[in-house]
Each structure stands twice: as structure tokens, then as C-alpha cells.
T-cell receptor, first 114, second 116 residues
């Protein structure tokens, strides 16, 4: 069964504007972690942000924030003040703590327009 | 630079052959994870080792095996290679978090495998 769903294959955003990348997940494990990664065209995977299932506050890391809505099982990534260098593939991932299994979504290709 | 190193960067081989991919985790990280990224399957978790012991297993084929050595570097062995094994293979490392799960994973640059 698909555990991580990213419904936006591609997104466009104007430079300096904010953009939200959607991610929904499915798990029955009460303890899990949610991750976002960026993969530029060069291929490397860059860790962006982490949210634990028991964390009360939404995670933030610089221009990245995670809009965590536990009841809806969604973990959307918000990028503020987009920059041209933000153009990349973005992957949402979930790790279930009971088995340490890590699952990735299909990714969203973000293009920042000047 | 994530601090995770992987060798080789590129590998071209033939069907039926066997290859070994190597990974050195970030200094101090005890966990190593292997992932496969292909066009048709996306990113898939293969296996995790923690301090030399297998910790979690994902979609790893029986033809594939891995190990983590006392110095914490890890090797992924791929045997009886098929065309469909062509992919980008990532290694990642982490320090386990309080709940037993890693709060971050840092990825290496990957090894691009092409099976002809």
C-alpha cells in the first residue's frame, strides 16, 4: 500500500514568493518521523527538515517549515521567499519507528521562475 | 558536503556480474542506510545497519546483501546483476534519536550503476 503520497508532480512558483508542497502519509504506528529532502539536478539528496509524530510544534529550519496536521496525516513543506536555487525535486519521507522502515513519496519537481 | 562518502561514483558492468559499493558514514554516526533510486521504482529503502548489526530491512532483493564493518563503513554487494538493477544507489548515515529513530539522515553523493 502506498504510504506516502505527493499529489503534485510539478509546481511552479515566482521568485520571492512562498510555495507549499503537499505530502500525506498513512501509518498505524503512533511513533514516526517525517522528513523532507531536496534533490537538485546534480543528484545529491539534501536533508531539509524533520518532524516527529509527538512534536507539538511545527518544525522550522530557516526558510523551510513543515505544516504538520496529524489528524489529517499531512506534512506539507512550506518554502518561503523562493530562490532560483530552490528549483529541484522534493521528496517527502516517513519512517515508522516500530520497524525503522523508511518510505519516500514520488516527489514534486519545483521550478522557481525569475 | 554531507560528510558521507561513497565509492565509486560511477560503475558500468554487464548482466550476471557482481559489484560492491562502498560507503563511509559521517564521523560519529553509527547507522548506515542503503537506498536505490530508479526511474520506475522511485526511491526505495533497502537496508539499515546500526553499529555492525542489521537493524531494518526494506525492499532488498535476495541477490543483494550488505554489511557494516567494525570501522563502521558499509558495503552493498549486488550479484547476478540484471538490466533492471541500473539505478542510483545512495548511502545515508545518522545518529539515532531519543525515540530510537534518527531525526536526520545525511546522504552520500550516490553511486550510479549501469548494467549493460
Amino acid at each position: 500500500a502506498q504510504k506516502i503520497t505527493q499529489t503534485q508532480p510539478g509546481m511552479f512558483v515566482q521568485e520571492k514568493e512562498a510555495v507549499t508542497l503537499d505530502c500525506t502519509y498513512d501509518t498505524s504506528d503512533p511513533s514516526y518521523g517525517l522528513f523532507w529532502y531536496k534533490q537538485p539536478s546534480s543528484g545529491e539528496m539534501i536533508f531539509l527538515i524533520y518532524q516527529g509524530s509527538y512534536d507539538q510544534q511545527n518544525a522550522t529550519e530557516g526558510r523551510y517549515s513543515l505544516n504538520f496536521q496529524k489528524a489529517r496525516k499531512s506534512a506539507n513543506l512550506v518554502i518561503s521567499a523562493s530562490q532560483l536555487g530552490d528549483s529541484a525535486m522534493y521528496f517527502c519521507a516517513m519512517r515508522e519507528d516500530f520497524n525503522n522502515d523508511m518510505r519516500f513519496g514520488a516527489g514534486t519537481r519545483l521550478t522557481v521562475k525569475p | 558536503d554531507s560528510g558521507v562518502t561513497q565509492t565509486p561514483k560511477h560503475l558500468i558492468t554487464a548482466t550476471g556480474q557482481r559489484v560492491t559499493l562502498r560507503c563511509s558514514p559521517r564521523s560519529g554516526d553509527l547507522s548506515v542506510y542503503w537506498y536505490q533510486q530508479s526511474l520506475d521504482q522511485g526511491l526505495q529503502f533497502l537496508i539499515q545497519y546500526y553499529n555492525g548489526e542489521e537493524r531494518a530491512k526494506g525492499n532488498i532483493l535476495e541477490r543483494f546483501s550488505a554489511q557494516q564493518f567494525p570501522d563502521l563503513h558499509s558495503e552493498l554487494n549486488l550479484s547476478s546483476l540484471e538490466l533492471g538493477d541500473s539505478a542510483l544507489y545512495f548511502c545515508a548515515s545518522s545518529a539515532l534519536g531519543v525515540a530510537g529513530g534518527a531525526k536526520t539522515q545525511y546522504f552520500g553523493p550516490g553511486t550510479r550503476l549501469l548494467v549493460l
